[in-house]
C-alpha cells in the first residue's frame, strides 16, 4: 500500500517563484486581465475589498461586471478597474454574494464565465457551482462551506469533523470535487485533484476579521491571471498560487498589523510592500 503524501509547509522560498515580475516589453494584457464577478446590494464592500487587494498583486488589469451600485462603489475606490466586458485570463466569482438569494440571471452570468474555461476562483456565493466549469478551478471554502459542499456531493459530514481533521477532509474535497481545495483555517491547507498537499501556517490572529477572505480571493485571482499561460500546461500549479496566495495574505497582514489590530483593507494596502520584500 502506498505511503500517503505528506503535508509541505509553503513558505517564501517557494512563493517567490510565484510571483510574476513584469518585463520591459509586457503590456497590461501580457500582464494579465482578471474578470470579477463578485459583490451585491447585500455585500458590496467585498468587491471592493477583492478589486483592491488584486490590483495590487500585479494583474494588468481587472474587468469588473456587476451590479450598478457595486459597479459604483467600485470605481470610486479604483477608478482604473474597467466596468465593459470582454477577454479575461481568469476569473474571480462569487464573493459577496450569497447562493440562496441569488438571482437567475447572476446565476446564468457566473455560469457563463465557468464555462469559458479559464482559470477561475470560486468563492462564497459560487460554491455551489463548482461542478459547472470547464477549466482549472479552486475553491476557498471555510469549514462549514465546505461540509455544505461535500453534504450536497454525497458525502455526509458534520462541520466538527472538519475542524478535527481539515487536511483530511480538503484531501477528500479534492478527489471527490476534482478541483483544487484551499480550506481556509488557522492553517490553511491546499489539496489538489492529483494529490498535492500543502499548507499555510503562522498567520496573526488578527487576521479573522470581516472581509479578510475576500482580500484572499482578490491576490488569488490576480496570480492566476498572471499565470494563465502556466497553468494551461501545467493544471498543477493551481495548488502553488494558492499557497502562495494564502502566503501573501498572511505575511501583508503581518506587515499591516504590526501586532495590533487591522481591518481588510489595511491588508490589501499591504501587498505591495509584502510582494517587494518577498522578492528582495
Known amino acids: 500500500m502506498a505511503k500517503p503524501r505528506r503535508w509541505l509547509e509553503w513558505e517564501a522560498a517557494q512563493a517567490r517563484d510565484w510571483i510574476a515580475v513584469p518585463q520591459s516589453t509586457d503590456d497590461k494584457y501580457s500582464r494579465g486581465v482578471l474578470g470579477m464577478r463578485t459583490g451585491s446590494t447585500e455585500y458590496p464592500g467585498a468587491a471592493v475589498l477583492g478589486v483592491e487587494a488584486a490590483s495590487r498583486t500585479g494583474v494588468g488589469m481587472v474587468r469588473f461586471l456587476g451590479a450598478r451600485r457595486v459597479s459604483t462603489l467600485v470605481l470610486q475606490r479604483r477608478p482604473e478597474v474597467v466596468t465593459a466586458d470582454g477577454r479575461v485570463q481568469a476569473w474571480l466569482l462569487g464573493s459577496g454574494l450569497d447562493a440562496g438569494a441569488r438571482s437567475a440571471d447572476t446565476t446564468r452570468q457566473l455560469q457563463k464565465a465557468l464555462r469559458q474555461g479559464v482559470p477561475t476562483v470560486l468563492d462564497a456565493g459560487a460554491l455551489d457551482l463548482v461542478g459547472d466549469g470547464t477549466g482549472a478551478r479552486v475553491i476557498t471554502p471555510h469549514y462549514r462551506e465546505l461540509a455544505g459542499l461535500l ?109 495590533g489590530p487591522i481591518v481588510a483593507l489595511d491588508i490589501a494596502q499591504a501587498v505591495p510592500a509584502t510582494i517587494a520584500a518577498l522578492l528582495a
Open 151 to 259: 453534504n450536497r456531493s454525497g458525502e455526509t459530514v458534520e462541520v466538527a469533523q472538519i475542524a478535527q481533521s481539515p487536511g483530511e477532509w480538503a484531501v477528500r474535497a479534492a478527489g471527490r470535487l476534482g478541483v483544487t481545495v484551499l480550506l481556509k483555517g488557522s492553517t490553511t491547507h491546499v489539496a489538489s485533484p492529483s494529490g498535492i498537499r500543502l499548507t499555510v501556517s503562522g498567520a496573526p490572529a488578527w487576521l479573522a476579521t470581516a472581509g479578510s477572505g475576500d482580500v484572499l480571493a482578490g491576490i488569488l485571482g490576480a496570480l492566476l491571471a498572471t499565470h494563465s499561460a502556466t497553468l494551461e500546461a501545467d493544471a498543477d500549479a493551481l495548488a502553488a498560487l494558492a499557497a502562495t496566495a494564502c502566503f501573501v495574505h498572511s505575511a501583508a497582514a503581518s506587515r499591516a498589523s504590526g501586532g
